[in-house]
């Protein structure tokens, strides 16, 4: 047994060691002293924290990563809200167009992103979005959806509609059935979509450097890109660490908090319910 | 030779606890042995031991002479049939039945033939092309048997196999496996809880209780000469009735007469004290009406009817008695084998003809005959004579 | 109207109710897809037959097939299209097999099962973009360790095919662990008591997985696989950040986007648009028609 045991940690540490150097790598360089990170090796030979201050300072990364925060909450809020309402209508009613639904959902989440960004790029330039929250917001919901309404209806269609009934039966009236009853039941099912879909906005590059110009409504991940443009001489290696590091940060906090939603929410739409 | 010999095997949980403790077993060639018992009397334990799906912790498992403790499943050569069957749902009935051929990587033509030869001894030839969601349960537990047999194993290992079928099913399947066994003469270990199937299949009996065998014998044997109350209480059905009495003078006192005992039961009470206390035990098929059975030696007494069943061949009278039996041992015993209201309520049960006028509410005179009996002894449960 | 058809009435007016609330409920969100979604897919479709240049906003004009003419004719496109199938091909080959044998790990393990799933999650829930620069750097000669292991003076993210290679690692590294746990899924539903009864029959580990495993999870591979396909086929961030499309290493989404809003030209862009999507569409056709892969949400049993 303790042989076995063994054998398995030894496999699960080079699994771990695997999903989490990049990430220690990043951690690594981002406390490089600057004048160092040329000289290579993993572990950094001269430590700082300069670069993390630089970020801030003369990369102007505050703002940037408040677009990425207040962006992606709204996305997921509207994502969400739109989303409940077709998913409740999926999993449990009988109406024609029901699959037509799903596939339409389904044909907008196959879409390649880049072909939206041509069009959207031109609309939004002679609408006035173009570098704008909305501007954002609006195509970052468009591909949260099919997320959303996919996983609220795999979760919806395990709630045992009938307890709906028992406690009509009980006094109640609908509203305090759906209220007490049925709302704690799909919660989890929302809350496991609404993360799903904040990891997917946060995660968005393609529409954040081609719709946008400055730094009014750029997110995070592609101001870094930004970063080697900024007329620096040192290597930016540095604050690219660090800025990669601070937009990690969230994300680890979500999977650590939210692990076992976020793994019965990808997994609960590869069983057919 | 496919003798199965289990030396002293026992089985602890890492937590402690001790599920099989030191059982000694010979199971010989061709025989059909029936591990029976409660829930959670280590039973199944067992058998997944002996098919290696479960780790021995203590003892040595020997098959065919060999030792086999360490052998994976498959390397055992015995051939184990699930309570749930455990068919692949992606394959044939024909491929179902195969598997283990095709693991063995027997030629085509051999496996054909195997399987058309099990198909036929187990009526399933015109469902060999069938999926097994598109079977019966009676015919998937067929197909389970099929998957057993085909590779002429040392032994089968069968967990409740008939437990997932109805009663009338149960009854048909239990002759099929019986004939089965005996025209292939394979060694046969059985899991069952129902003691119809343990008295009506096996050659000989295990009684398992918190994993210590009980008594280990033929049916015969563990009907009429029962090792402790607890055996005497599971085989048997309706459940033995069960009585207190006082040992005095030869006699022992009980709510239906002062019985005399037998030599062999006053040999092994011994010198004893004053009075002493001991459970009478006696078959419920041991009573009969008054009317239709007495004479010499026969005992009788007559009390108010309580509930009459009417079953067609056989009447079930229940009476109530006074005085039920103060004794823990027992107490546990009935909970174990779930007659806790009757001994609870010091209740009898007698068998009688159906041609009977007896009449609930009424009093009735049933007798029997006092060698019938059987005495335990109160604090132990064991038997005596 | 008799009992009857008055019953039929009632039954058809309860019937008509859930489906008009069925319409009200999805039509906010079905809106939405149309009109952000729906509406753009439509303008660039038009566009794709028009030729419009932003540099030269007067000479707009409708040019029929010809930018699908330019476009499919140019040996650049075919390359780029070759180096996109090839990245897709052999990252999700790789990723299916590692992949399942996370889901295997995942799994089985004795040890740690809470700590391998969060840990696994990181590469999921990273910025793709961050990830990338994580790679960039480790392979760039002078800063990066990964680098520094190779003989000296190779710049891997300067030629062909190390580079090539290099993306597919960081594609793979990425998201393996979807496809791991997507295939966990799969393998959850398997019952134990197959495998018990694979062993009895013979069945060694290995047997057990090809035999039982692999057949009982077709389903699951044949999602995950289509899933991973559509989106491997667009791939865009990892090469943007790694070589920025140099080297021969552009995909599709790349040639596309630096068509569209590099060099501006919306026809050509468009185009090349609508021809990714084919492609795309083709794949789904290919795996849910010819391969029967269902989509997840169908098989109503409801």
Known sequence: ?273 | ?385 | MTITEAKAARISDGKAAERRLGWYLCSPAAIFMLLVAGYPIVYSVILSFKRYDLRFPDQQGWVGFSNYATVLTNSFWWDTFGVTMLITVVSVAVELVLGMGLAVIMYRTLVAKGLLRTTVLIPYGIVTVVAAYAWFYAWTPGTGWLANLLPAGSAPLTQHWPAIGIIILAEIWKTTPFMGLLLLAGLATIPEELYRAASMDGAGRWQRFVKITLPLMKPAISVALLFRMLDAFRIYDNIYVLTKGAVGTSSVSILTYKNLVRGLNLGIGSTMSVLIFLTVAIIAFIFVRVLRTGAPGEGGRR
């Open chain 1, 1 to 273: 047994m303790i042989g076995k045991k063994i054998g398995w940690s030894a496999v699960d540490l080079v699994v771990i060691a695997f999903a989490l150097i990049p990430v220690a790598w990043l951690l690594s360089l981002s406390l490089k002293d600057p004048t160092t990170v040329a000289q290579g090796g993993f572990l950094p030979k001269k430590w700082t924290f300069d670069n993390y201050s630089a970020v801030f300072t003369k990369g102007n990364f505050l703002q940037p990563l408040i677009n990425s925060i207040g962006i992606a909450l709204l996305a997921t809020l509207i994502a969400i809200v739109l989303g409940t309402f077709a998913a409740y209508a999926i999993a449990r009613l009988e109406f024609p167009g029901r699959n037509l639904m799903l596939g339409a959902a389904l044909l907008v989440a196959m879409f390649p992103q880049v072909s939206l960004v041509t069009p959207l790029f031109n609309i939004e330039r002679s609408t006035g979005l173009f570098n704008t929250w909305p501007g954002l917001i609006l195509p970052y919901v468009t591909f949260a959806l099919p997320l959303t309404i996919y996983t609220m209806s795999t979760f919806f269609r395990e709630i045992p509609w009938e307890l709906e009934k028992a406690a009509k039966m009980d006094g109640a009236s609908s509203f305090q059935a759906f209220r007490k009853v049925i709302v704690p039941l799909a919660t989890p099912g929302v809350v496991t979509a609404a993360v799903l879909a904040f990891i997917q906005s946060w995660n968005d590059f393609l529409f954040s450097i081609s719709l946008t110009s400055t730094d009014r409504a750029r997110t995070a991940p592609a101001a870094i890109a930004f970063f080697t443009g900024a007329s620096q001489f040192d290597e930016p290696a540095g604050s690219i660490a660090a800025a990669a590091v601070i937009v990690t940060i969230p994300i680890v906090i979500f999977v650590l908090i939210f692990q076992r939603r976020i793994v019965s929410g990808l997994t609960a739409g590869a069983v057919k319910g």
């Open chain 2, 1 to 385: 030779m496919a003798e199965i010999v289990l030396d002293k095997i026992s089985k602890r949980y890492r937590g402690g606890q001790e599920v099989i403790k030191e059982l000694d077993l010979t199971i010989t060639d061709e025989e059909f042995l029936i591990l029976v018992g409660p829930s959670g009397c280590g039973k199944s334990t067992l058998l997944n031991m002996i098919a290696g799906l479960e780790d021995i912790t203590g003892g040595e498992l020997r098959i065919g002479g060999e030792r086999m403790n360490e052998r994976s499943p498959q390397d055992r050569n015995i051939a184990m049939v699930f309570q749930s069957y455990a068919l692949y749902p992606h394959m044939s009935v024909r491929e179902n039945i195969a598997f283990p051929l095709t693991i063995a990587k027997e030629s085509k033509a051999a496996i054909k033939e195997k399987v058309d030869n099990a198909a036929e001894m187990l009526e399933l030839t015109d469902f060999l092309d069938r999926r097994p969601g598109a079977l019966s349960g009676g015919q998937r537990q067929r197909v389970a048997m099929g998957r057993a047999i085909v590779r002429s194993p040392e032994a089968f290992l069968m967990d409740e196999p008939l437990s997932n079928l109805d009663a009338k099913l149960r009854a048909q399947m239990r002759t099929s496996i019986s004939r089965l066994q005996k025209s292939l003469s394979t060694t046969t270990v059985y899991v069952t809880h129902d003691q119809t199937e343990a008295m009506t299949l096996g050659d000989r009996i295990v009684v398992l209780r918190d994993g210590i065998a009980q008594q280990i014998g033929t049916p015969a044997e563990l009907y009429e000469t029962p090792a402790n109350l607890f055996v005497a209480g599971f085989i048997g059905s309706p459940t033995m009735n069960f009585l207190p009495g006082t040992i005095a003078e030869g006699k022992v006192s009980t709510a239906i007469g002062q019985l005399p005992l037998t030599d062999q039961a006053k040999t092994d009470l011994g010198e004893t004290k004053g009075d002493r206390d001991v459970i009478v035990g006696l078959r419920p098929e041991a009573f009969e009406d008054a009317a239709f059975a007495s004479g010499d030696g026969r005992f009788s007494f007559d009390d108010t009817v309580d509930i009459v069943e009417s079953l067609g061949s056989v009447k079930l009278v229940y009476f109530n008695l006074d005085r039920p039996a103060d004794s823990p041992e027992l107490s546990e015993v009935a909970e174990m084998i779930g007659a806790k209201e009757r001994f609870g309520s010091a209740q009898v049960v007698c068998q009688v003809d159906a041609r009977s006028a007896v009449r609930e509410g009424e009093s009735m005179k049933v007798s029997f005959d006092p060698k019938d009996i059987e005495l335990f002894d109160a604090h132990t449960g064991v038997r005596i004579g």
